[in-house]
């Protein structure tokens, strides 16, 4: 019996460990973010991922409030990428406090005027492959 429940754990792990994967993209938009995360924001554990292509700029919508202050970090797994992130406003400003780009990874700044929806927008500028697996993560204060 022992014996039996010993196999079915073992194969459990197993079948865990099968379906893991590290996202290369969301662990550099994680080292981007190691500067603002030692300055104190809490940096939240749900982040958007998917793929984009080359020059195809992409946006995500989400919710600001006005009193905060909140950083974005997008990563690339691709480390021939050079990437960018802005943010606008809910009028569709730019809003960027400030803003800086070092090849797969890239962040942007805000302080919100007001509460509302703020539009990030980012893209893959430049790239050696077709399809580039992104993350955008952020964090506030």
Known sequence: MKNILLLA?????ATSA?????????SR???????????GFLVR???WAGTLVTKQ?????HQLFKGNTYWFWLG??????????HIYDPKGNLADAEAWQKGNKA????????????YISFSIDQS????????????YK
């Open 9 to 13: 754990v073992l194969t459990i792990f």
């Open 18 to 26: 099968a379906h893991a994967y590290v996202d290369d993209a969301h």
């Open 29 to 39: 938009a994680m080292e981007a973010a190691t500067p603002q995360a030692k300055q």
């Open 45 to 47: 554990q749900e982040y």
């Open 57 to 61: 700029p992409s946006v995500v919508k």
């Open 76 to 85: 690339s797994d691709e480390d021939s990428a050079q990437v960018t992130v």
């Open 107 to 118: 962040a942007v700044k805000v302080v919100p005027k007001v509460t509302g929806t703020y």
């Open 128 to 139: 050696k492959a077709k399809k580039n697996r992104w993350a955008l993560a952020y964090g």
